[in-house]
């Protein structure tokens, strides 16, 4: 019996045909590439291995894209940066074991940084499955269990038949906010038998909302509306959930100054005259919002880079939005909305009351000034100088994928990403190698504007053989290399804690002849002329690589005065 509110799906014509008589050859890797079809993907990442071989068999009858990278770990930074420029669940295709694991790092990447990565691994045969040791090639006795403490859900396919439902899951999960990475296992022999399924054709998948309880924003919207300083710190949930629009509207609304984490890069325009713009480890913004009486806190958790090093101790009422239930008031007692930016935003500027302070762009403008006075005063010129040469040489829309360098370092505190979603570090994490894999992936599909990668000389010999993946895929990407000859900031903080590094000089190669070897071209620049040669690389198609011998440091630190 079928009731008026029931939701009956029939299928049409074509789809009963196709169904009753699927064509011939197709094997259960096929089963995973019509379901990522059928979900909406159009492109994937990954590297064959012997147990997911029926995946990339089954690659070659799909109209999916692939973009093999050399080393798994890569592959995951590269679907990590897809899945945060595109907004879409990146596939990543990865083998048993050694593989599999070697991605662990770019998962965790992905999980800080709220990227919807969909990681496909194969296992060993069925009947090495649970826990016995039967000496198959790559086994582990629960394979999955090396991931749970990492990706958002873990699903698993014994059988074809669950394959569409196990990838549709993962992908919903993903795409849940917050978003994250996912992972899927299915057994090699499953993946390589033939199968009689039908072609996976229904693919709609309804990610969970998550919007805001209305009595905590009718709170939250009446301590906004009768502050007397408020003032608001927006983070990678802002630009995660597109919604920057939101947040300056309400900013404009409520006059209320904006300071962006280094995830939140991009989230306020950055020239505004209420932008605190992003100095969060100075000691002038950590006061300012310090002494706000309401401080509202969008899609950021507060943690370690976000609070000058918890250092921060605020004083007024804090409301903080989160879709991240772990990050909710894990720092500071909080007004706890469990919510998505967007929609929290939203119900905010639904019910909030518009609020006037003529003064509020001079308090701005007191704090850019001494923050500016304290960077003026430590003779870091070269340091800002190559900054400003990458902001003039970079298109104002094109992406940049950042590396854990002293420059990137420089670039969360000091650089215009001029727009939201075009700045991306490895900082969620904290791990090396991110910025030229990222920028292979993000986005990888055409058209695409120039992007940027920038390394240092230790992150840069994570990535090298990702030189190869570009050159074969005529990839539109730069990547700039600050040859510091090791550690850079490992060096001075060594230098600053015990009066002289250790294990931080690194001699490495000469990468312009590096690239070279690999069919990419590359220039050996200077200060000077680094945006030139820059600008130059950029506008040229295909790969390219910029290296720039350069030792540069940081600004002092103000978390341990």
Excluded at 17 to 27: H, M, Q, S, V, Y
Excluded at 470 to 495: F, K, P, S
Aim: glycine letters at 10%; a negative charge; charged letters at 20%.
């Amino acid at each position: 019996m079928t009731h008026d509110h029931d939701l009956v799906l029939r299928p049409t014509a074509a789809q009963t045909e196709a169904a009753l008589n699927p064509p011939p050859g197709r094997i259960g890797g096929d089963l995973v590439v019509e379901s990522l079809a059928a979900l909406g993907a159009t492109t994937v990442f990954g590297l064959p291995g012997q147990h997911a071989l029926g995946v990339f068999d089954a690659l070659r009858r799909s109209d999916l894209r692939y973009i093999g990278l050399r080393v798994e770990n890569n592959a995951g930074f590269a679907a990590d940066a897809y899945g945060r420029v595109t907004g879409e669940a990146a596939p990543l295709l990865l083998s048993t074991g050694p593989g599999a694991l070697t991605s662990l790092a770019a998962l965790q990447e992905a999980r800080a940084a709220s990227a919807p990565v969909l990681a496909i691994c194969s296992q060993v045969p069925t009947a090495g499955l649970g826990g016995g040791r039967h000496g198959h090639l790559h086994e582990l006795p629960d394979q999955a269990a090396s991931f749970r403490g990492v990706v958002k859900s873990v699903h698993t396919a014994r059988t074809q038949s669950q394959i569409p439902s196990a990838i549709a899951e993962a992908w919903t999960s993903a795409l849940t906010v917050p978003h994250g990475p996912v992972w899927v296992e299915i057994p090699q022999d499953v993946l390589l038998a033939e199968t009689s399924i039908p072609v996976v054709s229904g693919g709609d998948t309804f990610p969970e909302e998550l919007p805001p309880r209305p009595e905590l924003t009718a709170v939250a919207a009446d301590l906004l509306t009768r502050a007397e300083r408020p003032a608001i710190v927006a983070g990678g949930g802002v630009v995660r959930a597109d919604a920057a629009k939101k947040l300056r509207q309400l900013a404009e609304l409520i006059q209320a100054p904006v300071v962006t984490t280094y995830g939140g890069k991009g989230a306020f325009p950055w020239t505004h005259p209420l932008s605190l713009q992003s100095w969060l480890e100075d000691r002038h913004t950590t006061d300012f919002l310090e002494d706000a009486d309401v401080l509202l806190v969008v899609g950021s958790g507060l943690g370690e880079l976000s609070s000058n090093y918890h250092t921060f101790a605020p004083r007024g009422r804090v409301i903080q939005i989160e879709a991240d239930l772990g990050k909710l008031e894990s720092n500071h007692p909080a007004l706890g909305i469990h919510a998505d930016a967007r929609l929290a935003l939203q119900a905010l500027l639904e019910t909030v009351g518009e609020r006037t302070d003529p003064a509020a762009p001079d308090r701005v403008r007191q704090v850019l000034d001494r923050v500016g006075a304290r960077i003026a005063a430590q003779d870091l010129t070269l340091e800002q100088d190559v900054l400003a040469a990458v902001r003039k040489a970079l298109p104002s829309r094109a992406p940049s994928f950042w590396d854990m360098t002293i420059l990137a370092y420089w670039a969360w505190s000091a650089f215009d990403a001029k727009a939201p979603n075009t700045m991306h570090s490895a900082q969620g994490a904290g791990g090396l190698g991110y910025a030229f894999p990222a920028a292979l992936g993000g986005p990888a599909a055409p058209p695409t504007p120039p992007r940027g990668g920038g390394s240092p000389a230790r992150g840069a010999l994570y990535s090298v053989a990702e030189l190869a993946t570009a050159r074969q895929y005529g990839l539109d990407v730069t990547w700039l290399i600050v040859d510091d000859g090791g550690y850079g900031i490992l060096r001075e903080y060594m230098t600053d804690a015990f009066g002289q590094p250790t294990a931080t000089d690194l001699p490495g190669p000469d990468f312009v002849a590096l690239a070279e070897s690999f069919g990419v071209p590359g220039v050996r620049t200077s200060p000077e002329t680094l945006e030139a040669d820059l600008a130059k690389a950029l506008a040229a198609p295909g790969p390219s690589v910029v290296v720039l011998p350069a030792v540069l440091r940081m600004f002092a630190p103000t978390h341990t005065e």
